[in-house]
């Protein structure tokens, strides 16, 4: 596709239940990020993919949080057991892996905004 | 860890000025620094991308500048329209690892008609 695509765009979640949000990257793009922006602050890091191998996931903030993207493409981050203080946007982003210029940009989606009741 | 900080934290000014945004950052060791534009209940959109080996960046109304050892990045903004409100975000990315990027806090500028 043209761009970094995400869904659903809005989440409502009664506390305690299991979500699962998508993203789909640029086509090609082997690197995939997923980052949480909680209102009024800047996104802070959660995970990191290169390809279907997860790297770093020292961002995620409890082993509630699960990341995958099997096939190297489309990821999903699942939350399990949400909580209130899990209520934030969840963005996703894509880039090239390329040693210098173009390749390092980080391409971002719309996000998905999570309400957990 | 990396700290960014955005001065100011909101803006105001006339249609048609001028005007400058600042980003700061504690670890000078980056690979580069990426400024976004966020409109309310958006995703972000990257305006501008410099390497640290760069000095700046343009790109239309819009000039980034860098000084990586004092660790400072202003983005310029000339003649300013009201389509340029909106949450402008700094990231700089690591040099190491996954490269992930640390952000500030953002400015929100509103330009008056």
């Known amino acids: 596709g043209a761009g970094v695509s995400q869904s659903p765009r809005y989440k409502v979640a009664k506390r305690g239940q299991d979500v699962a949000l998508r993203c789909d990257p640029i086509?090609?793009?082997?690197?995939l990020f997923w980052y949480q922006q909680a209102l009024g602050q800047g996104p802070e890091f959660l995970t990191y993919?290169?390809?279907?191998?997860?790297?770093?996931k020292s961002g995620l903030p409890s082993d509630r949080f699960f990341a995958e993207r099997p096939e190297g493409s489309v990821s999903t981050l699942k939350i399990q057991r949400t909580q209130q203080e899990d209520s934030a946007v969840y963005l996703c982003?894509?880039?090239?892996?390329?040693?210098?210029?173009?390749?390092?940009?980080?391409?971002f989606g719309p996000g998905t905004r999570l309400t957990v009741l | 860890k990396q700290e960014v900080t955005q001065i100011p934290a909101a803006l105001s000014v006339p249609e048609g000025e001028n005007l400058v945004l600042n980003c700061s950052f504690t670890?000078?060791?980056?690979?580069?620094l990426q400024w976004f534009r966020q409109d309310p209940g958006k995703g972000l959109t990257s305006l501008l991308l410099?390497?640290?080996?760069?000095r700046e960046q343009t790109s239309g109304r819009l000039n980034a500048s860098l000084d990586k050892s004092s660790g400072r990045s202003t983005l310029y903004i000339a003649a300013s329209q009201p389509g340029d409100s909106a949450t402008y975000l700094c990231?700089?990315?690591?040099?190491?690892?996954?490269?992930?990027?640390?952000f500030g806090t953002g400015t929100r500028l509103t330009v008056i008609p």
């Open positions: 086509s090609g793009h082997v690197s």
């Open positions: 670890d000078s060791a980056i690979y580069n």
């Open positions: 410099i390497q640290s080996s760069q």
């Open positions: 990231a700089v990315g690591g040099e190491t690892g996954a490269n992930n990027l640390f």
């Open positions: 982003a894509s880039k090239q892996v390329g040693a210098s210029g173009r390749g390092n940009e980080q391409f």
């Open positions: 993919f290169q390809n279907e191998a997860q790297l770093d």
